[in-house]
T-cell receptor, first 115, second 113 residues
Framework: DAGITQSPRHKVTETGTPVTLRCHQT?????MYWYRQDPGHGLRLIHY???????DKGEVSDGYSVSRSKTEDFLLTLESATSSQTSVYFC??????????????FGPGTRLTVL | AQSVTQPDIHITVSEGASLELRCNYS??????LFWYVQSPGQGLQLLLK??????LVQGIKGFEAEFKRSQSSFNLRKPSVHWSDAAEYFC???????????FGGGTRLMVKP
């Protein structure tokens, strides 16, 4: 298994509070991704990073920000959590970006509940 | 925009029976396609991927998938299902830049003894 950890694994918070989720990898892969998983929607990309301090938006980025100050860590922040952000969040990594070589490996997920 | 449809939300098969999970995609160019499996409470594991070449792709755990361009499909198959195959299965397509996977809604497989 790829060396990807996510913390915390479970979190319950209240509407309006800030929340930060952490993804840590030991594979030294360049690319990192944050997805959210909701029933019936599969996984949807929130943000991704293509290097230290280099990030870009995905399909569902509103209400989320990210930061990557080190190769191994990719943080996802909900500045002011809302109930619609209750979801399971997955981090993924990949070594390359080319479509003919890229495979994304996924972390174990973080279950976030916003009350 | 690219999209993936998995028409079956739930499928139940008996152990030892054959399995086919459907995946239809919409993409303007040659698609790069993936199947992932997610066991309860776990992350996603790659089963197989199609980039080019032979349209029948072999994966791990005895799975295979066939790319049919004329039908815009990439169906997953297994000749004999085991109880441990009970999980949720996701089909995905990569965009041109390779920086975004678009997933289908998933198919939950249940296996009867």
């Amino acid at each position: 298994d790829a060396g990807i950890t996510q913390s915390p694994r479970h979190k319950v918070t209240e509407t309006g509070t800030p929340v930060t989720l952490r993804c840590h990898q030991t594979e030294n892969h360049r690319y990192m991704y944050w997805y959210r998983q909701d029933p019936g929607h599969g996984l949807r990309l929130i943000h991704y990073s293509y290097g230290v301090k280099d990030t870009d938006k995905g399909e569902v980025s509103d209400g989320y920000s990210v930061s990557r100050s080190k190769t191994e860590d990719f943080l996802l922040t909900l500045e002011s959590a809302t109930s619609s952000q209750t979801s399971v969040y997955f981090c993924a990594i990949s070594e390359s970006l080319g479509r003919n070589t890229d495979t994304q490996y996924f972390g174990p997920g973080t279950r976030l509940t916003v009350l | 925009a690219q999209s993936v449809t998995q028409p079956d939300i739930h499928i139940t098969v008996s152990e030892g029976a054959s399995l086919e999970l459907r995946c239809n995609y919409s993409y303007g160019a040659t698609p790069y396609l993936f199947w992932y499996v997610q066991s309860p409470g776990q992350g996603l594991q790659l089963l197989l991927k199609y980039f080019s070449g032979d349209t029948l792709v072999q994966g791990i755990k005895g799975f295979e998938a066939e790319f049919k361009r004329s039908q815009s499909s990439f169906n997953l198959r297994k000749p004999s299902v085991h109880w441990s195959d009970a999980a949720e299965y996701f089909c995905a397509v990569a965009n041109n830049a390779g920086n975004m996977l678009t997933f289908g809604g998933g198919t939950r497989l249940m296996v009867k003894p």
